[in-house]
Protein backbone atom coordinates (compact mmCIF):
# COMPACT_ATOMS: atom_id res chain seq x y z
CA UNK A 1 0.00 0.00 0.00
CA UNK A 2 1.54 3.30 -0.62
CA UNK A 3 -0.01 6.61 0.69
CA UNK A 4 -0.14 10.25 0.76
CA UNK A 5 -0.50 11.81 3.89
CA UNK A 6 -1.26 15.63 3.59
CA UNK A 7 -1.34 17.39 7.48
CA UNK A 8 -4.35 19.71 6.89
CA UNK A 9 -6.29 23.03 8.36
CA UNK A 10 -9.67 21.26 6.18
CA UNK A 11 -10.03 19.49 3.47
CA UNK A 12 -13.22 18.14 1.88
CA UNK A 13 -14.24 15.37 -0.68
CA UNK A 14 -17.26 16.39 -3.10
CA UNK A 15 -19.37 13.62 -5.62
CA UNK A 16 -21.88 14.89 -8.11
CA UNK A 17 -21.91 18.11 -6.50
CA UNK A 18 -22.65 16.92 -2.66
CA UNK A 19 -19.95 16.93 0.09
CA UNK A 20 -19.67 13.78 1.47
CA UNK A 21 -17.08 14.32 3.54
CA UNK A 22 -15.61 17.54 5.42
CA UNK A 23 -13.22 17.68 8.22
CA UNK A 24 -10.88 20.88 9.95
CA UNK A 25 -7.33 19.65 11.23
CA UNK A 26 -6.30 16.55 10.67
CA UNK A 27 -4.69 14.36 7.83
CA UNK A 28 -6.18 13.94 4.29
CA UNK A 29 -4.62 10.53 3.45
CA UNK A 30 -4.74 8.87 -0.07
CA UNK A 31 -4.57 5.20 -0.57
CA UNK A 32 -3.59 3.31 -3.34
CA UNK A 33 -3.48 -0.31 -3.50
CA UNK A 34 -1.93 -3.67 -5.50
CA UNK A 35 -2.69 -6.56 -5.20
CA UNK A 36 0.34 -7.62 -2.75
CA UNK A 37 -1.15 -5.80 0.05
CA UNK A 38 -2.02 -7.82 3.07
CA UNK A 39 -3.32 -7.92 6.72
CA UNK A 40 0.03 -6.84 8.00
CA UNK A 41 0.33 -3.58 5.73
CA UNK A 42 -3.20 -2.37 6.65
CA UNK A 43 -1.93 -2.75 10.31
CA UNK A 44 1.67 -1.08 9.75
CA UNK A 45 0.45 2.01 7.88
CA UNK A 46 -2.59 2.22 9.89
CA UNK A 47 0.27 2.58 13.40
CA UNK A 48 2.10 4.56 11.06
CA UNK A 49 -0.24 7.24 9.98
CA UNK A 50 -1.94 7.50 13.77
CA UNK A 51 1.52 7.40 15.19
CA UNK A 52 3.15 10.37 12.88
CA UNK A 53 4.42 12.86 14.96
CA UNK A 54 3.66 15.57 12.31
CA UNK A 55 1.09 18.41 14.29
CA UNK A 56 2.91 21.20 16.37
CA UNK A 57 3.20 21.07 20.47
CA UNK A 58 3.10 23.84 22.61
CA UNK A 59 6.15 24.87 21.34
CA UNK A 60 5.45 24.58 17.60
CA UNK A 61 7.55 21.76 16.85
CA UNK A 62 6.02 19.31 15.09
CA UNK A 63 6.10 16.74 18.08
CA UNK A 64 2.29 14.81 18.36
CA UNK A 65 0.60 12.70 16.27
CA UNK A 66 -3.45 12.25 15.03
CA UNK A 67 -4.01 10.41 18.10
CA UNK A 68 -2.67 13.08 20.52
CA UNK A 69 -4.15 15.86 18.63
CA UNK A 70 -7.73 13.81 18.57
CA UNK A 71 -7.61 15.11 15.44
CA UNK A 72 -9.63 13.96 12.11
CA UNK A 73 -8.89 11.79 8.89
CA UNK A 74 -10.37 12.11 5.78
CA UNK A 75 -9.38 8.67 3.73
CA UNK A 76 -9.46 8.74 -0.46
CA UNK A 77 -8.70 5.66 -2.37
CA UNK A 78 -6.36 6.65 -5.25
CA UNK A 79 -5.30 4.10 -7.77
CA UNK A 80 -3.18 6.77 -9.64
CA UNK A 81 -0.16 6.61 -6.87
CA UNK A 82 1.15 3.57 -8.52
CA UNK A 83 1.72 4.78 -12.04
CA UNK A 84 4.34 3.36 -13.72
CA UNK A 85 6.07 6.86 -15.64
CA UNK A 86 9.18 5.16 -16.91
CA UNK A 87 7.64 4.30 -20.11
CA UNK A 88 6.59 6.85 -22.80
CA UNK A 89 4.26 9.98 -21.62
CA UNK A 90 1.14 7.65 -21.19
CA UNK A 91 1.04 5.97 -17.43
CA UNK A 92 0.83 2.66 -16.71
CA UNK A 93 -1.90 1.80 -13.83
CA UNK A 94 -1.47 -2.01 -14.13
CA UNK A 95 0.45 -2.48 -10.60
CA UNK A 96 -2.97 -1.12 -9.01
CA UNK A 97 -5.22 -3.75 -7.39
CA UNK A 98 -8.15 -4.37 -9.61
CA UNK A 99 -11.43 -3.43 -7.33
CA UNK A 100 -12.51 -7.10 -6.70
CA UNK A 101 -8.94 -6.87 -4.48
CA UNK A 102 -8.80 -3.52 -3.74
CA UNK A 103 -12.19 -2.67 -2.48
CA UNK A 104 -11.91 -5.06 0.85
CA UNK A 105 -8.33 -3.77 1.27
CA UNK A 106 -10.00 -0.52 1.81
CA UNK A 107 -12.46 -0.79 3.63
CA UNK A 108 -10.34 -3.02 6.03
CA UNK A 109 -7.75 -0.10 6.32
CA UNK A 110 -11.18 2.46 6.71
CA UNK A 111 -12.00 -0.12 9.47
CA UNK A 112 -8.09 -0.63 11.09
CA UNK A 113 -7.99 3.46 11.16
CA UNK A 114 -11.23 3.47 12.96
CA UNK A 115 -10.35 0.83 15.30
CA UNK A 116 -6.98 2.69 15.98
CA UNK A 117 -8.71 6.37 16.49
CA UNK A 118 -11.07 4.82 18.17
CA UNK A 119 -13.67 6.75 16.27
CA UNK A 120 -15.71 6.82 12.97
CA UNK A 121 -13.58 8.58 9.87
CA UNK A 122 -14.78 9.75 7.17
CA UNK A 123 -13.98 8.91 3.31
CA UNK A 124 -14.37 9.01 -0.28
CA UNK A 125 -16.17 7.19 -2.37
CA UNK A 126 -14.22 4.14 -4.15
CA UNK A 127 -14.35 4.65 -7.69
CA UNK A 128 -16.11 7.75 -7.92
CA UNK A 129 -14.97 10.70 -9.54
CA UNK A 130 -14.28 13.02 -6.63
CA UNK A 131 -13.43 16.57 -6.53
CA UNK A 132 -10.54 16.72 -3.02
CA UNK A 133 -10.42 20.27 -1.78
CA UNK A 134 -7.34 21.00 0.68
CA UNK A 135 -5.65 23.66 2.59
CA UNK A 136 -2.50 21.89 3.15
CA UNK A 137 -1.44 23.05 6.77
CA UNK A 138 2.84 23.91 6.86
CA UNK A 139 2.64 22.21 4.19
CA UNK A 140 3.43 18.98 5.17
CA UNK A 141 2.72 15.73 2.23
CA UNK A 142 4.49 12.43 3.38
CA UNK A 143 4.71 9.74 1.24
CA UNK A 144 4.72 6.26 3.35
CA UNK A 145 4.80 2.42 1.18
CA UNK A 146 4.59 -0.43 3.09
CA UNK A 147 6.89 -2.12 1.16
CA UNK A 148 10.20 0.03 1.32
CA UNK A 149 9.68 0.35 5.31
CA UNK A 150 12.74 2.61 6.02
Not at 78 to 100: C, E, M, V, W
Request: net charge negative.
Amino acid sequence: MKVVIQRVSQASVTIAGEVVASISSGLLVLVGIVDEDTQEDIVWLTNKICNLRVFEDENQVMNCSLLEQKGDIIVVSQFTLHAATKKGNRPSYIKAAKPDVAIPMYEQFISELETTLGKKIQTGQFGADMKVALVNDGPVTIIIDSKNKE
